[in-house]
């Protein structure tokens, strides 16, 4: 699986930007998707993620109420869109995704946590000037 992140940018405190990231070499709906950020001299943390079917979605409290994900299934594209953004929102985004379980199910346990997604894109920086 390929995963190409693009969308990210400079934008003032308040504002919004959508990244997208187009995903190939597999059929997207056996894909639950993810989004996660890292800042300079931070850790890799969690922001969104959705599963294959878009029954369930998670978001880090740090975000919850301001972004929103998404994603198209016919198109191979997930969606983060950002609003109210803020200084701290300021690092490289970058998409991933996991194979879905047998199951279906897209536990917020395994959505969380990076390790748990097979594939990863090549991040996308996002700049929030205060």
């Known amino acids: 699986v390929q995963l190409q992140a693009s969308g990210g940018g400079l934008v003032q405190t308040g504002g919004s930007l959508r990244v997208s990231c187009a995903a190939s070499?597999?059929?997207?709906?056996?894909?639950?998707m993810g989004w996660f950020r890292q800042a300079p001299g931070k850790e890799r943390e969690f922001v969104a993620a959705?599963?294959?079917?878009?029954?369930?979605?998670y978001y880090a409290d740090s975000v919850k109420g301001r972004f929103t994900i998404s994603r198209d299934n016919a198109k191979n594209t997930v969606a983060l869109q950002m609003n109210s953004l803020k200084p701290e929102d300021t690092a490289v985004y970058y998409c991933?995704?996991?194979?879905?379980?047998?199951?279906?199910?897209?536990?917020?346990?395994?959505?969380?946590?990076?390790?748990?997604?097979?594939?990863w894109g090549q991040g996308t920086q996002v700049t929030v000037s205060s």
């Open positions: 959705i599963s294959w079917s878009s029954g369930s979605i």
């Open positions: 070499g597999r059929t997207f709906s056996s894909l639950d």
């Open positions: 991933a995704a996991r194979s879905r379980d047998r199951s279906g199910l897209f536990t917020a346990a395994r959505a969380v946590i990076g390790r748990k997604y097979d594939y």
